[in-house]
């Protein structure tokens, strides 16, 4: 278990986590755009906002509005709110073995449980797959989509088409390769009361895309207060 340091989303129990968020992006932005020349004219004097007495959100935003030296008030307000929140990394991990290619396993309790056992609050959990034959997504877990899914799957990447993968390598799982490409390693799904954000009707699946039957090891990592 990790502890990290985070930005406190409360400032005088007025400035919310959106607004703050909001309010970050907008200074980042800023600080893209700004020339260095002008970074180096109001360095000095943006650091001694270290100092200043944020009470809410207006007086924040008016000095984020002030010009190039948004560029230093944006890391400043960072400095000023990262500490205030300890947010705590829970590594968990998740074994199972599959049944070879087209194999669809609906995980979502398990990161669920998961998720509960960490005793975080609010935060967001990380589900990703080491290697390069599965992948992760969400689906309504259903018959019809479990085919569905698939078929797709075979007209994209197609197990006949010519792979230089096979080629090289003659294992017979070129199209694995890059089907796993496409959906993607891992998914990240937020959750709030313990419970996560899924809709009524999504499920978090591992979709075995190799050519044979594999033991898979997922890799659940949560971070949250």
Not at 25 to 33: E, L, P, S, T
Not at 146 to 164: Q, T
């Amino acid at each position: 278990m990790l502890t990290l340091k985070c930005y406190n989303p409360i400032i005088n129990n007025k400035l919310s986590l959106d607004s703050l968020r909001t309010l970050l992006k907008f200074a980042r932005d800023r600080v893209v755009h700004t020339p260095l020349s002008s970074q180096e004219q109001f360095f000095h004097g943006a650091r001694n906002l270290l100092e200043y007495p944020f009470h809410c959100f207006a007086e924040l935003l008016q000095l984020v509005e002030s010009g190039a030296r948004s560029c230093f008030i944006a890391g400043m307000i960072a400095d000023k709110l990262y500490g205030g929140l300890d947010l705590t990394v829970v590594t968990k991990h998740l074994s199972f073995n599959t049944r070879g290619e087209g194999d669809i396993l609906d995980v979502t309790r398990n990161v669920a449980e998961a998720v509960v056992e960490s005793n975080l609050k609010n935060g967001i959990v990380t589900v990703f797959v080491p290697g390069s034959t599965g992948a992760l997504t969400t689906i309504e877990y259903e018959s019809g989509l479990l085919m569905d899914l698939p078929n797709i799957l075979d007209r994209v990447a197609p197990k006949k088409l010519e792979y230089e993968h096979e080629k090289r390598w003659h294992d017979g799982n070129g199209h694995s390769h890059v089907r796993a490409s496409i959906i993607g390693p891992s998914i990240t799904v937020p959750f709030v009361d313990g419970r996560l954000t899924l809709g009524t009707w999504q499920q978090i699946v591992f979709m075995e895309l190799d050519v044979r039957r594999r033991n898979r090891n997922l890799i659940l990592q949560i971070i949250g207060e």
